[in-house]
């Protein structure tokens, strides 16, 4: 299907790896798009590894299955790179995406020969730095959003505020922090 891209997010439980992928695909529906938005379990308990997905496309999609060969990979949890094939199927040009304080060539080793661009971003940094706490999901979706083109930059912060807004109205600080740490990802966001 053209105009069709699949993004896989691997990460632990709590880490919100699901809440960033429905995030991007309501950010996506509400520019005119067709999605899905999904998770997949294993041990469902906090910090067992968890995959979601997303398709998003300018055509109605009929595949309802896991995503295997992914154009975009998000990795919310560096540890995974151990223990999880996290460029299984990856596009060569697609992109991964890997919370890490270390830069992408420092990492290409650890990828298994995936030869296309990889990119970091230090989400645990950001998080702390505006929200007060280590919310890796938010950066990640920033990030995405900045390697992916899938959602218009400006789009999808204006969508994300509103959502923010409906979930934190009582709490503005909170919906502040997120757009801060979402703004920031996508300028901080390393390319390799």
Request: hydrophobic share 35%; proline share 5%.
């Amino acid at each position: 299907m053209k105009d069709m891209v699949e993004i896989r997010w691997h990460g632990r439980g709590g880490q919100g790896a699901k809440t960033a992928s429905l995030l991007l695909a309501d950010a996506a529906f509400n520019t005119g798009k067709y999605v899905q938005g999904f998770p997949e379990y294993g041990p469902e308990r906090m910090g067992a590894p968890i995959t979601a997905y997303d398709r998003i496309s300018t055509e109605r999609c009929t595949v309802h299955s896991n995503i295997y060969e992914p154009d975009y990979v998000v990795v919310v949890d560096e540890t995974l790179l151990s223990s999880v094939d996290v460029t299984a199927g990856l596009k060569a040009d697609g992109a991964i995406v890997i919370n890490s304080t270390k830069k992408p060539e420092e990492l290409r080793s650890r990828l298994k020969g995936y030869q296309g661009k990889v990119c970091t971003i230090d989400a645990g940094k950001i998080s702390v730095e505006t929200l007060g706490k280590n919310f890796p999901n938010t950066p990640m979706l920033g990030a995405i959003v900045k390697i992916s083109g899938v959602v218009p930059e400006k789009e999808f912060i204006q969508d994300m505020e509103g959502s923010f807004w409906h979930k934190f109205a009582s709490r503005p600080q909170v919906i502040e922090g997120n757009i801060k740490a979402l703004i920031r990802s996508m300028e901080e966001v390393q390319v390799g």
